[in-house]
């Protein structure tokens, strides 16, 4: 009998949390063990599974199908093709990095935190590996009760009104897509994904199917100028929430456009691109100059991600092979850099108690490493050659330009802000004269620890390996797009 892969990296994390709830709630030791050790053996079932995954196999792989609502045709169905795995890898692997970094700094409800996370992760996985509408749909509705809980119990000063605005931005969202897919199982008569690809919808159906789509999507993602959501959560969130917010849960709308809008409803995709297109170039002029004048280190770089995931919308929509792959590629590295990023503000954090910029100066006389480690992260964040960054950027400019050289032109002066903003924070926190009030006996202990050396380690290396050598996971990617290009007609 064949192990059911997929369904253990679910359930194996709500098998932790059953757990943890008959943990006691001052059992403080035991509760970070057990959350660490289950998300540490789901990574290894995922590396298990990513070693035993063929990259030249179109089809989904690791397919599990068994009968849920048969009136609805509704089944339990999961599988992974060569765009979906990595996000299950990305998924993976960052929780137990948020659980290990979490281990000295979250004081009051461990039990409860613990098991928040380990809820997310579960839900986290089955957005990536749900090939059933409904049960994709509970999924990345899932993913709303963990997060609300992590911002609102363990989140700044603002937690309630960042908590509280993230779940009506997001749940407002998800009801247009809830109402599309009711729609879209009358017309279809199934809620398999497989069946929908082949589905031949009249062009006023699939308008306003995709616009429904759309804001669910958007929302996630986010895009302008559905976005506002995105810097208070990140500010008020804990570094793990932020971590696994910016790493995992904004890839979603994405992955739900690549996995639902081009395939199923390809016609109002083509016609309604250079809509999403302009959207998509707003979004990373304007996030990109809304970062320059930031003053919080972590809204800065929330607004760095709304430029960001521009590109990939840009990529999307531009119906070219080049253009899809780079915003997948995208997505990933963005996973990578934006979940190191955010766990170096935590760092940061941790030892001076404020995110403002004004308040630093002179940092990397007294914490090299930690110097050293943001300034790879910046090169990966504004897309030097050598980094994770720059595969995805340079081929959704490669696509952009063949749509026109206006798009690509408006598209680079996001590549260059946000080196400038990037550039002009590590000038600001890292170089000049120490400002800080630290005693001399204090200094020696302000560098890196070792559980956080080897998070920033892992991450590093990933950002290099996809940077040097991005076959690891283009030789995947690159079979799947083309079965996403349903139509060949022209953008504009």
């Known amino acids: 009998m064949t192990i059911p892969l997929l369904s253990l990296l679910i359930l194996l994390p709500l098998s932790g949390v059953a757990f943890l709830i008959l943990v006691k709630d001052t059992d403080v030791r035991n509760a970070k063990a057990v959350a660490l050790w289950i998300s540490s053996l789901n990574l290894i079932l995922a590396l298990t ?16 199908k068994h009968s849920w609502i048969e009136s609805m045709r509704c089944s339990y169905h999961l599988g992974v093709d060569g765009i979906s795995i990595y996000f299950v890898l990305l998924a993976t692997l960052l929780t137990p990095m948020c659980i290990l970094s979490s281990f ?10 613990m098991i928040s996370f380990l809820l997310l992760e579960t839900f986290m996985i089955g957005v990536f590996c749900a ?3 409904i049960l994709f749909y509970l999924f990345f ?24 605005k993230f779940f009506l931005y ?11 897919l009711v729609k879209l199982y009358g017309d279809v008569g199934t809620t398999n994904f497989i069946e929908m690809f082949g589905a031949a919808l009249p062009l006023e159906t699939q308008q306003w199917l995709f616009w429904a789509f759309m804001i669910g999507f958007a929302v996630k993602i986010p895009m302008w100028p559905l976005h506002t959501w ?17 790493g995992v849960l904004l890839k979603m709308g994405g992955y739900g456009i690549l996995r639902v809008v081009l395939p199923v409803l390809p016609d109002a995709a083509h016609q309604f691109a250079p809509i999403m297109i302009t959207l998509s170039l707003i979004g990373i002029v304007y996030a990109s100059i809304v970062a320059l004048v930031q003053t919080d280190i972590k809204k800065l770089i929330a607004y760095s991600s709304v430029a960001h995931m521009g590109f990939v919308t840009l990529g999307i929509f531009t119906f070219s092979p080049q253009g899809i792959t780079g915003a997948i590629v995208q997505m990933i590295s963005h996973g990578f850099v934006s979940a190191a990023l955010f766990f170096c503000v935590g760092v940061i954090y941790e030892r001076y108690h404020t995110r403002e910029i004004s308040a630093y100066g002179g940092i990397a006389s007294i914490m090299p490493m930690y110097a050293t480690v943001f300034f790879i992260l910046l090169l990966g964040s504004i897309g030097m050659p050598g980094t994770s960054g720059f595969i995805g950027e340079f ?4 696509a952009a330009f063949k749509i026109g050289s206006i798009v690509a032109l408006i598209a680079i002066l996001g590549v260059i802000f946000s080196a400038a903003y990037m550039l002009l924070l590590y000038k600001r926190v890292f170089t000049g004269k120490l400002t800080t009030n630290i005693s001399i006996s204090d200094r020696h202990n302000l560098d890196l620890t070792k559980y956080e050396t080897s998070i920033f380690t892992v991450l590093i290396l990933i950002i290099l390996i996809l940077g040097i050598y991005p076959k690891v996971i283009l030789k995947g990617i690159d079979i799947v797009v083309p079965k996403l290009i349903i139509s060949n007609r022209p953008v504009a």
């Not at 599974?49 to 599990?64: G, I």
């Not at 997001?170 to 599309?180: H, K, P, Q, W």
Request: charged share 15%; proline share 5%.
């Open 395 to 398: 081929l959704v400019l490669l």
């Open 131 to 133: 090939l059933d509408a």
């Open 141 to 164: 509705e899932g993913v709303l009760i963990p997060m609300f809980l992590i911002i609102g119990l363990w989140g700044g000063s603002s937690r309630i009104y960042a908590c509280f």
């Open 49 to 64: 599974m990513w070693s035993q995954f063929d990259p030249a196999d179109l089809n989904f792989q690791f397919v599990e």
């Open 104 to 113: 000295d700094k979250i004081t009051h409800r461990v039990r409860e935190y």
């Open 230 to 246: 995105l810097p208070d959560a990140h500010v008020e969130a804990p570094t793990a929430g932020s971590v696994l917010l910016a």
């Open 170 to 180: 997001t749940f407002f969202g998800s009801v247009f897509m809830l109402i599309a």
